[in-house]
């Protein structure tokens, strides 16, 4: 594997052992391929940065680790790496850890190698349960921060919260709803109800509907992980069940998969608002297939979340903590350029 960096270089921005770079270095046997292909992203992650690398100033390595789909995910990279760059002369270096789905046993272990390791902080959305509250507290005592990125841990030893407010997410569509539907079911779509932040969304939508318009029914489903097949099976079988079933919030994505359930059924969309302007959702607004986009900023967002950790390690001055990201509306009319 051709590369220009020292191996324990490597294994640093992998957040694996030098034994284990060695060998996959030298094409030895023996190596899972998750492994390899985590090592080739951790050399390319370190040529992208190569020329940052080279200016003087401090260097700062944060941890960036998401269980969320990869259209998502694409979309926090490219606004991660495109802020860091706003920084220098000082250098920060980003290692991403982004995974569909994750056990809570291997984020666990994730998140202790990286306490092992070192680390200059740790962006987390991952699901709000007791062990991930306990490995954020363990990251705490070690001196990591930890700042959680679009679903919170409120209860946890987090130091700051990056995204919109999610409740008024959910209100913000609750009004867009009740604005064009008067009556009929609200399908409501979440990833999982793991994730804090996709409830607080579902809570905001019912509360203002049940408030205004409490002709509308809401029914969830959730567990389809953002993809394609599962949501779109959860939602043909939604459809076939709810015959007034007229529109959608969807907090999880999968929203080609949804387009295509309610075509497939006959039945139309007087309503469809989604979340974040990944590729899928900027393509399905050009066809005039989504009726809004709730957008937040990432590349505001990362770089809330770079000065709230500088200030943290005093690189920094001390000033207020990272605000909410403002909630913008996108329709297939305003689509940015």
């Known amino acids: 594997m051709a590369h220009d960096y020292l191996i324990k270089d490597i294994a640093f921005q992998a957040g694996m052992s030098v034994a284990t770079v060695d060998r996959v270095i030298n094409g030895r046997q023996g190596v899972r391929r998750q492994t390899r292909a985590r090592i080739e992203a951790a050399i390319e992650e370190l040529r992208q ?4 690398a080279a200016l003087s100033g401090r260097t700062f390595v944060f941890d960036i680790i998401m269980e969320t789909p990869d259209r998502f995910s694409n979309a926090v990279r490219t606004a991660f790496e495109s802020e860091a760059a706003s920084f220098l002369p000082t250098v920060i270096r980003s290692r991403f850890h982004f995974s569909e789905r994750i056990r809570d046993s291997d984020l666990l272990s994730l998140l202790a190698r990286i306490r092992r390791r070192g680390s200059h902080g740790v962006v987390l959305k991952a699901a709000d349960t007791p062990v991930v509250v306990q490995a954020v507290a363990e990251l705490h005592e070690a001196k990591i921060p930890v700042i959680t990125l679009v679903t919170d841990l409120p209860n946890s030893h987090r130091i700051a919260y990056a995204g919109s407010d999610n409740r008024a997410a959910g209100e913000t569509a609750a009004y867009l709803i009740g ?11 979440l990833s999982s109800n793991r994730f804090r932040g996709e409830e607080e969304r579902e809570i905001g939508l019912r509360r203002l509907l049940r408030e205004r318009w409490p002709q509308l029914r809401v029914l969830e489903i959730s567990e389809g992980y953002g993809k394609d097949f599962a949501t779109g099976n959860q939602v ?5 069940h709810d015959p007034e079933i007229n529109a959608v919030y969807s907090i999880g994505g999968g929203n080609r998969a949804i ?17 974040d302007l990944d590729q899928d959702n900027l393509d399905l607004l050009r066809q005039e297939k989504l009726h809004f986009v709730l957008h937040h900023n990432l590349n505001s967002d990362a770089g809330s979340v770079f000065r709230t950790f500088l ?9 207020a903590g990272p605000a909410l990201s403002a909630i913008e509306i996108i329709t297939p009319f305003n689509l940015p350029a």
């Open 179 to 189: 604005s064009k539907a008067s009556r009929g079911t609200v399908l409501v779509t």
């Open 49 to 52: 940065q190569e020329n940052a």
């Open 236 to 240: 043909r079988d939604a459809l076939a």
């Open 259 to 275: 387009i295509d359930a309610f075509a497939e059924a006959g039945r139309e969309i007087s309503c469809f608002v989604a979340h």
């Open 311 to 319: 200030k943290a390690r005093h690189a920094i001055p001390q000033l």
